[in-house]
């Protein structure tokens, strides 16, 4: 009976190290990217005057530039920021109007920079702020020129307010054979002391 206790205790422990050296090279395999769109970098002026930003031990940064790097801290992918051909303006008044009319208008923002091996990733970050409760239009852009077939989409935000309405929903329309996860939004001025909520968020 003792021996048979111990062929189980040992059957156990081997099934166990298997499922965790699975786990282990899995994880291993992944490769992922952080994309984040931030009109302070996309800006006719200065970041230090743009409308998006808060200021870190002096220095200026774009709020959705900031919460990337929190994020990038714990999950160590490459980054790749979104510009647009178009700038807008570093007032946030201007660019609140100028996003409403991008909506209204079907406008879809013309990207200016390209990722060049997305075949590369599987797990694909993707930030930005809300405007209006939704994505900036540039997003749909985004979304419009890659194919994330087969790929995890995790999107976060910053916003003045809260969460928009049915991003998560829209993101899956646009990319219906991705898998999108859970978003995070984190208030503007709480980025700074977004560190328990981002480590919340990934371990779901």
Same mark, same amino acid.
């Given at each position: 009976?003792?021996? /048979?206790?111990?062929? %189980?205790?040992?059957?156990?422990l081997?099934? +166990? %190290?298997?499922?965790?050296?699975?786990?282990?090279?899995?994880?291993?395999?992944?490769?992922?990217?952080?994309?984040?769109?931030s009109?302070?970098?996309?800006?006719?002026?200065?970041?230090? +005057? @743009?409308?998006?930003v808060?200021?870190?031990?002096?220095?200026? %940064?774009?709020?959705?530039?900031? /919460?990337?790097?929190?994020?990038?801290?714990?999950? =160590?992918?490459d980054?790749?920021?979104?510009?647009?051909?178009?700038?807008?303006?570093?007032?946030?008044n201007?660019?609140?109007?100028?996003?409403?009319?991008?909506?209204e208008?079907?406008?879809?923002?013309?990207? @200016?920079?390209?990722?060049?091996? /997305?075949? &590369?990733?599987?797990?694909?970050?993707v930030?930005?702020? !809300?405007?209006?409760?939704?994505? *900036?239009?540039?997003?749909? $852009?985004?979304?419009?020129?890659?194919?994330? +077939?087969?790929?995890?989409?995790?999107?976060?935000?910053?916003?003045? $307010?809260?969460?928009?309405?049915?991003?998560? @929903?829209? !993101?899956?329309?646009?990319?219906?054979?991705?898998?999108v996860? *859970? @978003?995070l939004?984190?208030l $503007?001025?709480?980025? =700074?002391d977004?560190?328990?909520?981002?480590?919340?968020?990934?371990? &779901?």
């Amino acid at each position: 009976m003792e021996i /048979l206790k111990r062929q %189980i205790i040992a059957f156990i422990l081997m099934i +166990s %190290i298997i499922c965790m050296s699975v786990f282990y090279f899995t994880y291993q395999k992944d490769e992922v990217l952080i994309v984040y769109f931030s009109p302070g970098e996309n800006s006719k002026v200065d970041i230090a +005057s @743009s409308c998006s930003v808060t200021q870190i031990n002096d220095k200026n %940064i774009g709020t959705i530039r900031y /919460l990337t790097d929190k994020i990038n801290t714990f999950v =160590k992918g490459d980054v790749f920021p979104i510009k647009t051909s178009e700038k807008y303006s570093g007032n946030i008044n201007k660019v609140v109007e100028k996003a409403k009319k991008e909506q209204e208008k079907n406008v879809y923002p013309v990207i @200016s920079n390209k990722i060049d091996n /997305l075949d &590369k990733y599987n797990i694909i970050f993707v930030g930005y702020p !809300i405007w209006w409760s939704d994505m *900036p239009q540039v997003m749909y $852009s985004f979304f419009d020129e890659y194919d994330f +077939s087969e790929k995890v989409i995790i999107p976060y935000s910053t916003s003045k $307010s809260g969460r928009g309405a049915q991003i998560e @929903s829209k !993101i899956k329309e646009l990319e219906p054979n991705a898998t999108v996860k *859970p @978003s995070l939004n984190i208030l $503007s001025n709480h980025v =700074k002391d977004s560190d328990d909520a981002i480590q919340k968020w990934l371990k &779901k």
